[in-house]
């Protein structure tokens, strides 16, 4: 395949989106969803989004070719998903790679679950069962310094979160009114074995300036999906997609499960309804690893997985990328 260029799809074979990069035994290994070519419609419950299975795509830098290395997992051998295997996230541990990833289970409920390979290409043998106290959707995980390793995860609407701010699947929940405050993205502790929660989850408070928690009201600012944590310079960082309004933007911690004290925006809207992400630093600078819907010409669930240096202020702040340049 061709060498990867920036704000450019990585791959144009087929449709890839939700993007988590990392650098495993020297190189870049993206872990992407792969949409499906269908012509059905959309709507907020994201039934258009009917993914069945992950590819892993890599390349040994920026100026190699993007390699797919297939389907490393499909939701036929995946024994209590039924369907939508949406964003993917990977870690190494143990000596092992791990998958992890959202599907719904037989009662049509989004759980996390978990895979596992020698090979960071995979592929992936999934466990028997979904992480016991799992729900909801995009997982993203961080191993940390102390080999301590946290799962991040969370979306609403199709992602059902509302539907659990009792820690029990309630299907006629309601978000949170828009003056009360948002509801946080869900941290929990990884057990050493990676396959379990060592702690009970719990939600992530994230707070503006003056330490007062981001309303539900505030679209620009608020948690809608798709959280992702990485460190740098002793700060963890936050970021999200705010969903309606269509940001990816991030919050600062010196703590990796909060609360986190909002900060700005990292990246203004792409082309197509959603917007995910991750964050990654190979040979010295960091990337973003983004989607958007430009190669299917806008449609939501045809989407394709780019990239673009970031850079970060001397204050730790993050200067916002415009994906199509200045406008």
């Known amino acids: 395949m061709a060498k990867p260029t920036p704000n450019k799809p990585l791959v ?17 290994y993206i872990y992407p969803s792969h949409d499906l ?6 709507n ?5 989004y009917k993914m069945e299975d992950y590819h892993v795509l890599s390349m040994d830098n920026f100026d190699s070719p993007v ?3 297939g389907e490393v997992l499909h939701v036929k051998d995946i024994p209590w998903a039924s369907k939508q295997l949406w964003a993917p996230d990977a870690a190494y541990k143990n000596d092992k790679y791990y998958l992890f990833f959202p599907a719904r289970d037989h009662d049509n409920i989004f759980r996390l679950g978990v895979a596992t390979s020698d090979s960071p290409a995979g592929p992936f043998k999934a466990e028997e069962n979904y992480i016991p106290g799992s729900f909801s959707i995009d997982p993203a995980v961080l191993v940390d310094e102390d080999n301590k390793a946290y799962v991040y995860f ?27 405050p948002a509801l946080g993205p869900i941290v929990a502790e990884l057990s050493d074995d990676m396959l379990t929660f060592k702690a009970e989850p719990k ?11 981001i309303l539900a009201g505030d679209e620009d600012r608020r948690f809608f999906e798709g959280p992702w944590v990485h460190k740098h310079n002793g700060y963890y960082y936050l970021s999200y997609s705010t969903g309606t309004t269509h940001y990816i933007v991030y919050a600062m911690s010196k703590n990796p499960e909060g609360p986190f004290e909002y900060k700005g925006r990292i990246l203004e809207p792409v082309e197509g309804w959603t917007t995910h992400h991750s964050i990654v630093q190979f040979e010295d600078k960091w990337y973003l690893f983004y989607h ?19 850079t970060y202020n001397e204050d730790g702040t993050i200067q916002t990328i415009h994906p199509y340049g200045d406008k």
């Open 154 to 180: 969370g979306g609403l609407w199709g992602g059902q979160l509302e539907k659990w701010q009792t820690r029990e699947f309630k299907p006629d929940a309601e978000g949170p009114a828009p003056t009360d």
């Open 44 to 48: 907020d419950n994201g039934d258009q």
């Open 12 to 28: 144009t074979h087929i449709f890839t989106a939700d993007p988590s990069a990392h650098v495993f035994e020297g190189k870049l």
């Open 292 to 310: 958007d819907a430009s190669l299917s010409g806008g449609v939501n669930h045809k989407r394709s997985v780019k990239y673009t240096e970031i």
């Open 37 to 42: 070519d269908h012509d059905e419609p959309s």
């Open 203 to 213: 939600e992530i408070s994230i707070v503006d300036e003056n330490g007062n928690p």
């Open 67 to 69: 390699v797919d290395h």
